[in-house]
């Protein structure tokens, strides 16, 4: 009888090395669960330092916070509104530091010569000479260019007045004295090849920022009248006077936004 009983109760016993192989199956199924919750954590904490290292390549780039707000703490600014606040003299390396200038991209004009002189006369005569003198102009810096096409020879150049006020002044009676042929604009001979921009028809444009009065002169090189349908001097007067003298070199002097043209250059034909 108990050997029937043991033979009925070994197919209810478990098989040799059984309660070890369980142990090793949820012993093993445990260690992937361990594994799994590893990998996660280093993807969750490898895709934090991605992140975070995206969140600091763009602050970097976008600088400190403010950096590039207008008006931020960190800018500087300085006023130019008369020689009283800015006193510094303006140069030909401010105006013209290279053999050439590039007001807009791909528009290179060559520099053929440079002049820098205390006699504001020099550049303007009769009476709109005697005008800018009145304004109290301390100097004027100016460069005989030639266009990229070699079409136009332009003398281009700054006058530094007392103030912004004598400056808008002077804007505002160029053109009734150069209407009435009492006065003009000189071109700046720059040796051979350049005679059209001191007798030739010629073109003018000027306009002011601050105590600064721009202006241009352009001639064609060929000493030609200008075509009525040539669209080139408008297009040089924006670019050597608002681009080039204004909104570069008379706003280097200030980091504050370039300042809106209360007027647009004015472009007037003399002769």
């Known amino acids: 009888k108990r050997l029937r009983r043991l033979r009925r109760l070994r197919p209810g016993l478990p098989r040799p090395g059984g309660i070890d192989q369980a142990k090793s199956a949820n ?3 445990a260690k992937r669960w361990v594994v799994a919750l590893s990998v996660i954590g280093v993807l969750m904490l490898l895709g934090s330092c991605i992140s975070g290292s995206y969140l600091m390549i763009k602050d970097e780039r976008g600088g400190p916070a403010g950096a590039n707000k207008p008006g931020g703490s960190d800018q500087p600014k300085r006023d130019i509104s008369s020689q009283a ?3 510094e ?3 030909e390396v401010e105006l013209f530091p290279a053999a050439q200038i590039t007001p807009v991209p791909n528009e290179v004009y060559q520099v053929l010569k440079t002049q820098t002189s205390a006699d504001c006369k020099v550049a303007a005569v009769d009476d709109l000479g005697a005008l800018l003198v009145t304004m109290g102009c ?3 810096v100016r460069a005989t260019l030639k266009h990229p ?3 136009y020879l332009v003398t281009a150049g700054i006058f530094n007045l007392k103030d912004q006020a004598t400056a808008q002044q002077a804007h505002n009676g160029i053109k009734p004295i150069v209407d009435a042929q009492k006065g003009r604009f000189n071109g700046l001979a720059a040796g051979a090849g350049s005679d059209a921009i001191v007798r030739a028809s010629t073109q003018l444009g000027w306009n002011y920022s601050g ?5 241009c002169v352009i001639a064609r090189a060929d000493g030609k009248a200008f075509e009525a349908a040539d669209g080139y001097p408008k297009q040089i007067i924006f670019d050597i006077i608002t681009t080039y003298l204004l909104e570069g070199v ?12 209360s007027t ?8």
């Open 264 to 271: 647009p250059a004015s472009p007037v034909p003399s002769s």
């Open 211 to 215: 105590h600064y009065l721009a202006y």
């Open 89 to 91: 003299p303006l140069t």
């Open 250 to 261: 008379v706003n280097a002097r200030t980091v504050a936004a370039p300042p809106a043209a």
């Open 27 to 29: 012993s093993r199924k």
């Open 138 to 140: 301390t100097q004027v």
């Open 85 to 87: 606040v800015d006193p």
């Open 149 to 151: 096409t070699g079409q």
